[in-house]
């Protein structure tokens, strides 16, 4: 099965310092990888994919395969951005797509 | 922008008793999914469904779980018998085909068991 390593539990920061959070991969080839972020009391939203390779609300994201990483990044922190972020791969494919999530680290930034 | 929609956004029940937790998938999406969220857990994968059947389910989906797609807009997942860890939040989500797509999320069912 596919894994999903998000190391850090918790991070705290201040407003406008950078912030990274990581997340490793079980290798296999070509993956797809998500960022979800989930804000206070709201749903589970989709950040960002590395296919796209854009930037959303500032956050960056890029596939490092020979490190199996796909770290999240933000040059400028701001307090709107504390939320749980989670990394997120598909397991399988066809009729048995299904994504499968790290344990989340909580984002904190203080002001 | 379509959502999935999810009822009730909290379900107090006792335990052993039975509860059904309702999502209304985007309408033109085909897979479905319910994921569980024990509270300062990660999200869990709980069961997939396709073409009106399960596609995938795990180890959290024994017996005492079932989903139904009763009337071709709602996506239902029952519990027949809650136990007390079952209680979380339950997300439902749902996506229009599988290739390079992110799932889509209800705002999801807090569910306490008593």
């Known amino acids: 099965a596919q894994r999903v390593t998000q190391p850090e539990k918790l991070l705290s920061v201040f407003k406008g310092a950078p912030v990274e959070l990581k997340c490793n991969y079980s290798y296999s080839g070509s993956p797809e990888l998500f960022w979800y972020v989930q804000y206070s009391r709201q749903r589970l939203q989709l950040l960002l994919r590395?296919?796209s390779r854009e930037s959303i609300k500032g956050f960056t994201a890029d596939l490092n395969k020979g490190e199996t990483s796909f770290h999240l990044k933000k040059p400028f922190a701001q307090e709107e951005d504390s939320a749980m972020y989670y990394c997120?791969?598909?397991?399988?494919?066809?009729?048995?797509?299904?994504?499968?999530f790290g344990k989340g680290t909580l984002l904190t930034v203080n002001p | 922008e379509p959502e999935v929609t999810q009822t009730p956004s909290h379900q107090v029940t006792q335990m052993g008793q039975e509860v059904i937790l309702r999502c209304v998938p985007i309408s033109n999406h085909l897979y479905f999914y319910w994921y569980r969220q024990i509270l300062g857990q990660k999200v869990e994968f709980l069961v997939s469904f396709y073409n009106n059947e399960i596609s995938e389910k795990s180890e959290i989906f024994d017996d005492q779980f079932s989903v139904e797609r009763p009337d071709g807009s709602n996506f239902t997942l029952k519990i027949r018998s809650t136990k007390l860890e079952d209680s979380a939040m339950y997300f439902c989500?749902?996506?229009?085909?599988?290739?390079?797509?992110?799932?889509?999320f209800g705002n999801g069912t807090r569910l306490t068991v008593t």
């Open positions: 989500a749902s996506i229009s085909r599988v290739t390079d797509s992110p799932l889509h």
């Open positions: 590395h296919i």
């Open positions: 997120a791969r598909p397991n399988s494919g066809g009729s048995n797509y299904k994504l499968t």
